[in-house]
């Protein structure tokens, strides 16, 4: 939001400079910035110039490590907050401005790299997504004519899902008065667990009791994990045989109609 120079001198705002470090001391405590533009902040912040001979790059780095310790300042009964007397204590280990420039440097030439694999990577997941879309409505390029959206291309079946899913399997949840159900070898999974269509590292592992007596299924690899609760709509192929918990719905394909991997 952008406001007038006359709110700026009636309510004792201080216009910072280009290069002014801009530090949050209270709701999200520790994040620094560099003011691109003169700027003025609010009362959520303690901002800083730095002297003569001190690398505003350099100081922007050094408090970027050093946020833990900007945290630890905090302090506040119904919201924590640092003071600028608290910021003040702050220990700052300072090399000669030759070498705060070196450093400087290096950690923003790694910064450019990795806001340019980031971007990098968004471009690529939206083509993905696009490609997707269309091989899944439209086919094969070059395989079928020209067809609209609501047209499935030649030789292609309209189905439920149903059609296509010789099993399904529910979850649950072992009962944890039991400990003879927990800590076996079977990984033991519940949505938060599957990401980017993957199962992470199993945080959990059940016995062969825990299965037997409980709600969850042991899905096979290869078989289709579908989160119907919690993050609703994320799924996965098991990579091993793995229990569920009631967070995801386990289907197993029919072979012949169509692949897991479809």
Same mark, same amino acid.
């Given at each position: ?30 994040e620094v910035a560099i003011a691109g ?23 922007? +780095? +050094? ?89 499935? $291309? ?19 949840? $072992? ?5 003879? +159900? ?51 709509g994320k799924v996965a192929i098991a ?10 719905t386990g289907a197993l394909p029919k ?6 991997? +479809?």
């Amino acid at each position: 939001d952008g406001i007038t120079e006359e709110a700026v001198r009636t309510s004792g705002l201080r216009i910072l400079p280009v290069n002014a470090l801009l530090v949050t001391s209270r709701a999200t405590i520790g994040e620094v910035a560099i003011a691109g533009i003169p700027i003025t902040t609010n009362q959520g912040f303690q901002n800083l110039i730095p002297r003569d001979g001190i690398s505003y790059l350099w100081l922007y +780095y +050094y408090l970027e490590h050093e946020k833990p310790q900007l945290q630890r300042l905090a302090s506040g009964s119904t919201f924590r907050e640092f003071s600028r007397q608290n910021m003040k204590t702050l220990e700052v280990l300072v090399p000669p401005p030759a070498e705060q420039r070196a450093i400087s440097a290096i950690l923003d030439a790694v910064d450019e790299v990795i806001e340019r694999t980031e971007g990098l990577i968004s471009a690529t997941q939206e083509f993905q997504e696009a490609l997707r879309r269309n091989l899944l409505t439209h086919g094969m390029p070059g395989w079928h004519g020209d067809i609209t959206d609501r047209v499935a $291309p030649e030789g292609w079946k309209r189905l439920s899902l149903d059609d296509v899913v010789t099993e399904y399997y529910n979850g649950g949840t $072992p009962s944890t008065t039991h400990p003879e +159900y927990w800590g076996g070898t079977i990984p033991w999974i519940t949505g938060a667990d599957i990401n980017d269509h993957k199962v992470g590292q199993p945080r959990k592992f059940v016995s062969s009791a825990g299965v037997s007596n409980s709600a969850t299924h042991v899905i096979p690899r290869g078989g289709l994990l579908i989160v119907t609760r919690t993050s609703v709509g994320k799924v996965a192929i098991a990579p091993y045989d793995i229990a569920i918990s009631q967070d995801i719905t386990g289907a197993l394909p029919k072979e012949r109609t169509v692949t897991c991997k +479809y």
